[in-house]
């Protein structure tokens, strides 16, 4: 059954409902529901923080850097391996789905020519087929087939044990991704999303969402799961 739309309270309001985006260029006025207004003591202390010369501040710095002198400038390939230059990085592992191992072994080769060791971890690694942790035969791809799932965690120790000092995704599904996020040792990025469907592009369906993929804004033609028990 379809849940029914819900209408944010003003206590729910937050920044998808901000109209005046006055945190950015700050020559507007906050509104009454503000989070910069709300949060103004923990603004100080992340302030702080990047200040700093912990991992979140080199971060936080590096990104920055990145964004002004190459505004519109770098893809997100690009970008990605000039995150790690700036960061100092020697060592970079990257987390990738088995079926974008192709595009992730192109990756790798432009890893190490921009000067970085790399070493890449699919996500069937351990081989451990879906009924062992539980799923029913019916609810793998291919029923009655060998099928693995995915294994983040292992993906992620594989990679904590070699010293990986910045981890990138490569397509690793919904969920699988948070997962290894978790358990990465080193910091996380993601120079590719999983969308099945939008070859990638996930955002195209937001952009699509008046017209093609209207589906998204009514629960009612959401499609149905092909099991039952799903």
Request: aromatic share 12%.
């Given at each position: 059954m379809a849940k029914e739309k819900v209408t944010p309270g003003k206590e729910t309001l937050s920044c998808s409902e901000c109209s005046i985006r006055n945190c950015y260029r700050k020559d507007k006025q906050y509104p009454?529901?503000?989070l910069t207004r709300e949060f103004t003591d923990a603004a100080e202390k992340t302030r702080?923080?990047?200040?700093?010369?912990?991992?979140?501040?080199?971060?936080?710095?590096?990104?920055?850097?990145?964004?002004?002198?190459?505004y519109g400038r770098l893809t997100r390939l690009e970008e990605t391996i000039r995150f790690a230059q700036?960061?100092?990085?020697?060592?970079?592992?990257?987390?990738?789905?088995?079926?974008?191992?192709?595009?992730?072994?192109?990756?790798?080769?432009?890893?190490?020519?921009?000067g970085m060791e790399t070493r890449t971890v699919i996500c069937k690694v351990g081989a451990v087929d879906k009924t062992e942790i539980g799923l029913p035969e019916e609810m793998k791809v291919c029923p009655g087939c060998g099928e693995s799932c995915c294994n983040p965690v292992l993906q992620a120790k594989v990679l904590n044990e070699w010293g990986s000092e910045l981890n990138v995704l490569v397509g690793l599904c919904v969920g699988?991704?948070?997962?290894?996020s978790r358990h990465s040792k080193a910091p996380v990025t993601t120079f590719v999303v999983?969308?099945?469907v939008l070859g990638h592009n996930p955002v195209a369906?937001?952009?699509?969402?008046?017209?093609?993929?209207?589906r998204v804004l009514d629960a009612k033609t959401f499609p149905e799961p092909r099991h039952k028990n799903s």
């Open positions: 009454a529901f503000c702080n923080l990047y200040r700093g010369n912990s991992m979140d501040g080199r971060l936080a710095r590096a990104a920055a850097e990145i964004e002004g002198e190459y700036k960061l100092g990085v020697q060592k970079l592992g990257i987390a990738s789905c088995i079926g974008l191992l192709d595009e992730a072994t192109l990756y790798a080769k432009i890893v190490r020519t921009a699988h991704d948070a997962i290894f999983k969308d099945r369906a937001l952009y699509t969402s008046k017209f093609y993929y209207k």
